[in-house]
């Protein structure tokens, strides 16, 4: 396992999915249900979509290096215009639909409605291609899963802890910017090893 992709992974992902969708329902979520709960049922959901992101990142890391290198940047610079244009939109979903999904629940059915809920928002998501791209890109599954995965559960276990109060204190414009930042320095990168 290499600390510096878990590192890099990590803080791209954590980055991009803090002002998420996956943010705002995980709040949502934890506010109706008791917040341990509604983590472990998120905490599942992202497992079984890192897994699959990753599975298809290293499928994809067979192509030739060039190829992978030049989709990552369109995926890195696609990744910046959509957080870029979130940011500029400062739309903040409330989030009740995903509550509204989820139902009345306690014990093992709220674990069972966050899971569905998480599960059925994050597919194609931005932090999902993201982590596909990097294991294409650096060839290392267990380090990207391990980091794409722990800043996935961070995310969440922040919008079940503290949700509230950091969107009081840092706008989630803001958050969609830097990830947008994040992106285009993934990306930047990128194109230069694809230069030289």
């Known amino acids: 396992m290499d600390?510096?992709?878990?590192a890099l992974t990590f803080g791209a992902i954590?980055?991009?999915e803090l002002p998420d969708k996956t943010f705002i329902a995980t709040l949502v979520l934890a506010t109706k249900f008791r917040p341990i709960l509604v983590w472990i049922g998120v905490g599942l959901a992202f497992t079984?979509?890192?897994?699959v992101a990753v599975a298809l990142g290293h499928a994809a890391s067979f192509l030739p290096t060039d190829v992978v290198r030049l989709v990552a940047l369109?995926?890195?610079?696609?990744?910046?215009?959509?957080?870029?244009?979130?940011?500029?939109?400062?739309?903040?979903?409330?989030?009740?639909?995903?509550?509204?999904?989820?139902g009345d629940a306690s014990g093992l059915k709220a674990i069972g409605a966050s899971f569905v809920v998480l599960f059925a928002a994050e597919w194609g998501d931005l932090s999902q291609?993201?982590?596909?791209?990097?294991?294409?890109?650096y060839e290392d599954?267990?380090?990207?899963?391990?980091?794409?995965?722990?800043?996935?559960?961070a995310v969440s276990g922040l919008?079940?802890?503290?949700?509230?109060?950091?969107?009081?204190v840092v706008p989630l414009h803001t958050l969609h910017y830097v990830g947008a930042a994040v992106c285009l320095a993934l990306a930047g990168f990128t194109a230069?090893?694809?230069?030289?």
């Not at 959509?82 to 639909?97: A, K, M």
């Open 159 to 168: 919008a079940v802890l503290i949700g509230r109060a950091l969107l009081r």
């Open 48 to 51: 079984v979509q890192t897994l």
């Open 129 to 137: 291609l993201l982590t596909l791209t990097l294991v294409a890109r």
């Open 3 to 6: 600390l510096v992709v878990v």
């Open 192 to 196: 230069y090893e694809l230069l030289a």
């Open 141 to 153: 599954p267990v380090s990207v899963f391990v980091g794409a995965l722990g800043a996935l559960l």
């Open 74 to 102: 369109v995926m890195f610079l696609v990744g910046a215009v959509i957080l870029f244009r979130q940011g500029r939109s400062h739309h903040l979903d409330s989030g009740d639909e995903y509550a509204e999904k989820a």
């Open 14 to 16: 954590f980055v991009v």
